[in-house]
């Protein structure tokens, strides 16, 4: 089924869906996507019957479960301009899944049509969106950096280079390449409940090259890569970590 398509972002209200790991694991992401989005002069609401965009049932088979969360979430956000999340996996869903998850349903198939063409991931909204690559951001000090594609950001969204063109325009942020950063860390979410072995291994291959990569901190645009990475980094006891991009671009922005 063919992406609906897309009119242009700017000089509209942004509703920020902030995902289920965001909110309970790591909301000083989501605090740092509003910082940017205001930064920028943006107006951001945030619809307070949010909940999950279906993902993990969706993945798991569960289409009827999938189909009551997915209309939960078109109602949460009825009146949203645009929609900004700093999740390239709960993006893909929204955009490519809910028209196909709802095709039978004459109610809510035009809903989940205009839904999936305001939709943007948080790198992908300022570059594509809004063209900007610049957001004059400086660290305090030097540091070294080099990104993990996640999978459902890179193949459904194509977001390649996206987080990569805002770091190197901040000053003292210096990029370097990590060993086959496409390839999946192995969390796929049910993927590492229902076969941990394989995704364990799968993570250790990871590790592996983040341990030889020259950059201490592995920059990504989903969180769950980024907890299942973590996970194991911690457990190896390495100095080396995780982060959001946009929680580097908060900390870069001016006047901070």
């Known amino acids: 089924m063919s992406l609906p398509k897309r009119e242009s972002p ?105 839904i999936a063409s305001i939709t943007w991931e948080f790198t ?45 325009n901040i000053q003292n942020a210096d990029l370097t390449d990590l060993k086959d950063s496409d390839v999946c860390c192995g969390f796929g979410g049910l993927f590492s409940v229902k076969m941990p072995d394989i995704s364990g291994a799968m993570l250790q291959k990871k590790i592996d090259n983040i341990d030889e990569c020259s950059a201490k901190t592995i920059l990504g645009g989903d969180v769950s890569c980024m907890m299942h990475m973590n996970g194991g980094l911690e457990k190896q006891k390495s100095n080396k970590r995780v982060r959001h991009i946009a929680d580097i671009l908060a900390e870069g922005l001016p006047g901070k």
Not at 34 to 57: N, R, S, W, Y
Not at 125 to 147: C, H, N, Q, R, S
């Open 10 to 114: 700017k000089n509209k209200r942004v509703s920020l869906f902030v995902t289920c790991l965001i909110d309970m694991i790591f909301p000083e992401t989501g605090m740092s996507v509003v910082k940017i989005l205001e930064h920028l002069g943006i107006t951001v609401d945030f619809p307070m019957e949010q909940t999950c965009c279906g993902q993990p049932a969706f993945n798991g088979g569960y289409r009827k479960e999938a189909r009551e969360v997915a209309i939960q979430f078109l109602k949460a956000f009825k009146n949203a301009e645009v929609i900004v999340t700093p999740s390239g996996s709960c993006a893909a869903m929204i955009r490519h899944e809910y028209m196909a998850l709802l095709q039978d349903n004459e109610k809510w198939l035009s809903e989940a049509e205009r």
């Open 124 to 168: 992908e909204f300022l570059v594509d969106g809004l063209g900007i690559t610049d957001l004059k951001a400086a660290l305090p000090k030097p540091e070294k950096f080099a990104f993990h594609d996640s999978c459902h950001g890179l193949r459904h969204l194509e977001l390649g280079s996206h987080g990569r063109e805002l770091l190197k």
